[in-house]
């Protein structure tokens, strides 16, 4: 029996059994099974060597934002409008055939926008290049799901997207487990937890690292986790990231669908026909990405608003001087902030200084 067929087996006898406290122990282990399956399926055959044409782009730019969807619901024309690049866009299914990116830039960021391939059912069993296609999703710091504008239809369509992400181990608009997991060489298992779990069992956390034949484990639960995100911390190679439901073509329903659509959690309603809405998106985008901009200042001089340094939310002073020069901080004595960081302006600060958006910096050396 092949691996999908096993893949297959075990999804018709979760879905057949019945969830309640008896069967807790079974499901556990059938879905640690399941994890494992769908790992092997992910890992690169090695007879298939330089057979077939990947499209991995090289990263670039501040962000990498990857635009995956069924095909036809605009993908194309959307690049086409917000970066200088063209993307071949017609009225047929499949027009786009590879990875096309394009560079957004606002508030003085390049932000590069990746148009993947339509995602069809059956994409992470690698049908219609859906394995390529996610495996360059899996490189984004945000995912733009683009979706069509029928209610039912989309609503189907989100839930069969989402499923072929989870597949592969891309986790939507979901925190990270808060749970520490350390193997050992000995010594069996330590468990604990912080608060009262009403998900997982001593003997439910044994079973499945029995599964991946791990006998030795620190184990500390720090939330009121399930076995799902117990497995994700074992298997390791989980990604989380934000992800911005995109619903194009709302110019063709009327204004209460529009309004149902746009009041779903993390989500927007466009037209690229039209162009509405897409300031708001990009404005949504910025957020998503936690993105700063910080403009830097010489001593006796205005400061430089033309071209501000691009960060992560959270970025401290030290990160600031690494991105001017790698020999910064070495020689870094203070650094004077004007912004909403600081409680007057200007302040002196150290290396460990949080800096936030349109902060202005003059860095002070020995």
């Known amino acids: 029996m092949g691996i999908l067929e096993k893949i297959a087996e075990i999804e018709r ?7 309640n406290k008896a069967t807790e122990y079974h499901l556990g282990l059938l879905k640690a099974k399941l994890a494992k399956y769908r790992a092997q399926l992910l890992e690169p055959s ?6 077939g044409e990947g499209f991995d782009v090289m990263k670039s730019g501040d ?15 959307f690049l086409s409008l917000m970066t200088s690049t063209e993307s071949e866009a017609a009225s ?10 394009g560079v957004i830039q606002y508030k003085g960021a390049n932000i590069q926008l990746l148009d993947l391939p339509g995602i069809i059912e059956g994409a992470a069993q690698g049908k219609g290049r859906g394995r390529q296609v996610i495996a360059v999703a899996r490189t984004a710091d945000v995912v733009i799901m683009m979706l069509d504008n029928v209610w039912t ?11 072929e992400l989870e597949s592969v181990g891309i986790r939507l608009n979901c925190p990270k487990p808060n749970i520490y997991f350390k193997p050992k060489k000995g010594g069996g298992l330590s468990y604990n937890s912080m608060v009262p779990l009403t998900h997982c069992s001593e003997k439910l956390v044994q079973l499945i690292l029995h599964e991946y034949k791990i006998f030795n484990a620190e184990v500390l639960f720090r939330e009121d986790s399930t076995p ?51 300031d708001y998106l990009l404005e949504q985008l910025w957020e998503d990405l936690a993105l700063i901009c910080i403009y830097t200042k010489k001593r006796g001089e205005r400061p430089d608003f ?27 004595k203070y650094a004077l902030v004007w912004g909403t960081s600081t409680k007057y302006s200007p302040q002196r600060v150290g290396l460990t200084h949080i800096m936030e958006h349109e902060d202005v910096i003059q860095i002070v050396k020995k």
């Open 46 to 51: 090695k007879s298939a060597g330089a057979k």
């Open 92 to 101: 047929y299914e499949f027009t786009t055939l590879t990875c096309i990116p």
């Open 63 to 77: 962000a990498r934002v990857a635009l995956i969807g069924f095909p036809s619901v605009g993908k194309s024309t």
């Open 306 to 332: 033309g071209d501000p340094i691009i960060m992560r939310r959270g970025a401290s002073v030290e990160h600031v001087c690494h991105r001017i020069h790698r020999t910064l901080a070495s020689q870094f």
């Open 153 to 163: 239809v989309c609503t189907i369509a989100l839930e069969l997207l989402e499923k």
């Open 228 to 278: 799902d995100e117990f497995i994700d911390v074992i298997v390791g190679n989980r990604v989380y990231m934000p992800c911005l439901y995109v619903y194009n073509k709302v110019d063709q329903i009327s204004i209460e669908e529009v309004d149902r659509l746009a009041h779903r959690p993390n989500s927007v309603v466009i037209s690229c026909g039209m162009k509405l809405n897409l």
């Open 13 to 19: 006898e979760i879905s057949r059994t019945q969830k």
